[in-house]
């Protein structure tokens, strides 16, 4: 195995990373959290990789661990993740921690290892996995595996019934079966990532979080539906998303950053929204921080119940026929209206009106299907949203701009020309790219 050192503050950042990189690249790691530290144990081990913060404590660490590897002689790959400055030696530079596609295939690359390599990773039947990590997890989506004393592995729970965490031992390991392990994996960091703060995040790092987290909840509430558990996160992703809104004045920077960290297209999509309809709650005369809070409610639900970004894509009868989904993915696309107003029917103290609105998102009064026509007796909240949700689509089109705010608004009004809509457009107009 090749020993990696990283150079990381945060513990749950370190769980993902040894988690990933264990399980991915195999490899073996020692961290370190203090620049001192990093700086003391460099040639310490006989390190393969260094995987580092561009900045700590205030200090540039990469730099200085890069003139320190000068001092030392060390011809070592060095990683670099995070803002800050980023050493000319350095072999592969990230500037979010939780792209993880990104860290694997970098830590791979600088070793030297194939994906073919990596896929073809000799790996015994069950694979371990730390009971911490397991304490996690509400609903594995595997079966989990004990060790007994003879070596046998037993059954101790079934894939998706909820885990009774009282009967687990603690501090050992469980297993789980070597095909599904990444699946297992994959979960256990979408937990831990739910963890993060978006305080301790830098702005490409809450991109990153954001669009997991949004994924998580949404496997979470078609699968356990409201719980404390899925509240929590949900509050936590809707504060998220408002406050991207306020930390970005300008949309085309916000844009820029989704795009510059893949984020996906629902994600992008559920963001933009939201940005949209609170500019225009904000600007128009009867907004107050209530309605601002409905409406942000409103844009992150609304979707919830969209599995992947092909569905999400989808936005009228024609092009839900056409697509090439099965049956079950075009019956969820047809009712996922429906199915995100009743989820948020049972959502303690949901604002007024909001699991209305929801249903009616796609023009049809019970929730099903499409309609291209929106009834005339729409509330004013369900007209910000109805021309939100298109200048998103307008906007998301374009990828990386240049966004013709004047051509898009007249696409707006045409689309809706009934005065009603009129209002909402022209505090569209203002925004800026
Ligand atoms: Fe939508
Ligand atoms: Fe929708």
Same mark, same amino acid.
Request: no cysteine; glycine share 6%; net charge neutral.
């Given at each position: 195995?090749?020993?990696?050192?990283? =150079?990381?503050? &945060?513990?749950?950042?370190?769980?993902? $990373?040894?988690? &990933?990189?264990?399980? $991915?690249? /195999?490899?073996?790691?020692?961290?370190?959290?203090?620049?001192?530290?990093?700086? @003391?144990?460099?040639? !310490? @081990?006989?390190? *393969?990789?260094?995987?580092?913060?561009?900045?700590?404590? #205030?200090?540039?660490?990469?730099?200085?661990?890069?003139? !320190?590897?000068?001092?030392? #002689?060390?011809? +070592?790959?060095?990683?670099?993740?995070?803002? /800050?400055? $980023?050493? !000319?030696?350095?072999?592969?530079v990230l500037s979010?921690?939780?792209?993880?596609? /990104?860290? =694997?295939? /970098?830590?791979? %690359?600088?070793?030297?290892?194939?994906?073919?390599?990596?896929?073809?990773? !000799?790996?015994?039947?069950?694979?371990? +996995?730390?009971?911490?990590? +397991? %304490?996690? +997890? &509400?609903?594995?989506?595997?079966?989990? $595996?004990? *060790?007994t004393a003879e070596g046998q592995y037993r059954l101790i729970a079934q894939s998706h019934k909820k885990l009774d965490h009282s009967t687990l031992a603690r501090d050992t390991f469980f297993y789980v079966q070597k095909l599904d392990r990444l699946q297992m994996v994959n979960l256990i960091t979408s937990e831990l990532i739910s963890l993060l703060e978006d305080k301790d995040l830098n702005p490409d790092e809450v991109i990153q979080a954001g669009a997991s987290n949004l994924e998580l909840l949404s496997k979470k509430l078609m699968s356990i539906g409201i719980t404390e558990e899925t509240i929590q996160l949900a509050k936590k992703s809707m504060t998220s998303l408002s406050q991207n809104v306020k930390k970005n004045k300008e949309l085309g920077k916000l844009l820029q950053r989704m795009l510059s960290n893949q984020a996906g297209y629902l994600f992008r999509h559920t963001q933009v929204v939201t940005y949209v309809s609170l500019h225009i709650v904000k600007h128009i005369d009867w907004g107050t921080p209530e309605q601002e809070d409905k409406i942000n409610f409103i844009c992150f639900f609304h979707d919830i119940a969209l599995e992947n970004d092909v569905q999400a894509k989808i936005k009228n009868k024609e092009e839900l026929r056409k697509s090439t989904l099965d049956t079950r993915e075009k019956n969820l696309v047809e009712k996922h209206a429906q199915i995100a107003a009743e989820l948020v029917h049972k959502y303690p103290h949901a604002p007024m009106g909001a699991d209305q609105i929801i249903r009616q998102h796609h023009g049809m009064l019970n929730g099903a299907g499409f309609s291209d026509h929106f009834g005339a007796n729409l509330s004013p909240m369900a007209i910000v949203f109805v021309v939100a949700e298109e200048f998103t689509r307008i906007i998301i089109e374009k990828e990386n701009g240049p966004y013709d705010v004047k051509e898009m608004v007249k696409h707006l009004k045409t689309a809706f020309p009934t005065s009603r809509f009129q209002k909402m457009i022209e505090i569209v107009e203002k925004i800026t790219f």
């Open positions: 195995m090749s020993l990696t050192l990283l =150079v990381e503050s &945060n513990p749950r950042i370190i769980d993902i $990373y040894m988690l &990933n990189l264990s399980t $991915y690249v /195999g490899l073996d790691i020692m961290v370190v959290s203090t620049v001192n530290d990093a700086l @003391q144990v460099l040639d !310490k @081990q006989p390190f *393969k990789l260094i995987i580092s913060r561009a900045s700590m404590e #205030q200090k540039n660490l990469a730099e200085l661990i890069a003139d !320190k590897m000068g001092q030392l #002689q060390l011809t +070592i790959p060095l990683f670099v993740i995070g803002h /800050g400055v $980023y050493p !000319k030696l350095a072999t592969g979010g921690s939780l792209d993880l596609k /990104g860290v =694997v295939k /970098g830590a791979a %690359q600088a070793l030297g290892i194939t994906a073919q390599q990596m896929a073809q990773k !000799k790996v015994d039947d069950f694979f371990p +996995i730390h009971s911490r990590y +397991i %304490q996690m +997890i &509400n609903f594995p989506n595997t079966d989990l $595996y004990e *060790k």
